[in-house]
């Protein structure tokens, strides 16, 4: 059984920045696709970033340039370094792992495992 586990959210003002962490455990191949969403209260879950088996990156147009995920394979972790933080950019985030070689659109239907979930709030 995989468990995904998030770290590193928190408070901070508008123009900081954080580093999530996403360890994943009970692993035995790679977990192919993994991406990173939010969800601010009442609004649905978005996407925010993805990374393929190749290390190919996607991102949501309103993180572009200041958002950037990262992994490493030896550790089973996903990173995602978060620079120049909005307010709009408050919300819980989650990790997910997808389960396939590609992303393929990244859609949150598509993704298998997922973490608890971590809080970034950002105020102005």
């Known amino acids: 059984q995989v468990q995904l586990v998030e770290s590193g959210g928190g408070s901070v003002q508008a123009g900081g920045s954080l580093r999530l962490s996403c360890a994943a455990f009970?692993?035995?191949?790679?977990?192919?696709?993994m991406g990173w969403f939010r969800q601010a209260p009442g609004k649905e879950r978005e996407g925010v970033a993805t990374i393929d088996s190749d290390g190919r990156t996607t991102y949501a147009d309103s993180v572009k340039g200041r958002l950037a995920i990262s992994q490493d394979n030896a550790k089973n972790t996903l990173y995602l370094q978060m620079n120049s933080l909005k307010p709009e950019d408050s919300a819980m985030y989650y990790c997910?792992?997808?389960?396939?070689?590609?992303?393929?659109?990244?859609?949150?239907?598509?993704?298998?495992?997922w973490g608890q979930g971590t809080q970034v709030t950002v105020s102005s």
């Open positions: 997910a792992a997808r389960m396939t070689y590609y992303c393929s659109g990244g859609q949150v239907s598509t993704f298998k495992y």
């Open positions: 009970g692993v035995i191949y790679s977990l192919g696709c």
